[in-house]
T-cell receptor, first 113, second 112 residues
Framework: GQQLNQSPQSMFIQEGEDVSMNCTSS?????WLWYKQDPGEGPVLLIA?????ELTSNGRLTAQFGITRKDSFLNISASIPSDVGIYFC?????????????FGTGTRLKVLA | DSGVTQTPKHLITATGQRVTLRCSPR?????VYWYQQSLDQGLQFLIQ???????AKGNILERFSAQQFPDLHSELNLSSLELGDSALYFC???????????FGQGTRLTVV
């Protein structure tokens, strides 16, 4: 199925380091969302972005909606062990007469204490 | 707690069988989405309903079907189950068709 490309696929970082991940698409989206999924749990919404160029923060998390509307990035500052998990981006668009959510391939984050 | 409730949490069944997964959306949400997540994979969109009507279809197999009832809860029916259908099945809901979606805890289906 159609998916967004996320990079990196996985990363190991030291506690306290900043993390950056991004999501790209060949299609334009109207909304970008970032979710975090813990093992065996459902994805939890972290940040929602609604306008091109929008920069939004949620605690140590900052995300931006790309100007071209085809990409988004998520930054995590001063990472802590509980940041471990899979981070998914999701693009939302109205195409072919219907709204669709398309999810990225995920970035697996592991934090070394 | 996202407010989206999925039952059952776990399900083990044999190949060839049929199962029904249930989802209760957040109070007031009209839109329900179903996703499949195989082991260590991303989320594959299956189907979306809005206020009782099917609105979008993804890579949903013909053996699978879903519906949304007047009280807005939704059911995903999986029939003639195969080993490859083993996965986590998530339901998500949103207030309208173009607002952020919130996910349930998922149903882990194991086909043996």
């Amino acid at each position: 199925g159609q998916q967004l490309n996320q990079s990196p696929q996985s990363m190991f970082i030291q506690e306290g380091e900043d993390v950056s991940m991004n999501c790209t698409s060949s299609s334009i989206f109207n909304t970008w969302l970032w979710y975090k999924q813990d093992p065996g749990e459902g994805p939890v919404l972290l940040i929602a972005l609604y306008k091109a160029g929008e920069l939004t923060s949620n605690g140590r998390l900052t995300a931006q909606f790309g100007i071209t509307r085809k990409d988004s990035f998520l930054n995590i500052s001063a990472s802590i062990p509980s940041d471990v998990g899979i981070y998914f981006c999701a693009g939302h668009a109205f195409t072919s007469g219907t709204y669709k959510y398309i999810f990225g391939t995920g970035t697996r984050l592991k934090v070394l204490a | 707690d996202s407010g989206v409730t999925q039952t059952p949490k776990h399900l083990i069944t044999a190949t060839g069988q049929r199962v029904t997964l249930r989802c209760s959306p957040r109070s007031g949400d009209l839109s329900v989405y179903w996703y499949q997540q195989s082991l260590d994979q991303g989320l594959q969109f299956l189907i979306q309903y809005y206020n009782g009507e099917e609105r979008a279809k993804g890579n949903i197999l013909e053996r699978f079907s879903a519906q949304q009832f007047p009280d807005l809860h939704s059911e995903l029916n999986l029939s003639s189950l195969e080993l490859g259908d083993s996965a986590l099945y998530f339901c998500a809901s949103s207030s309208t068709q173009n607002t952020e979606a919130f996910f349930g805890q998922g149903t882990r289906l194991t086909v043996v």
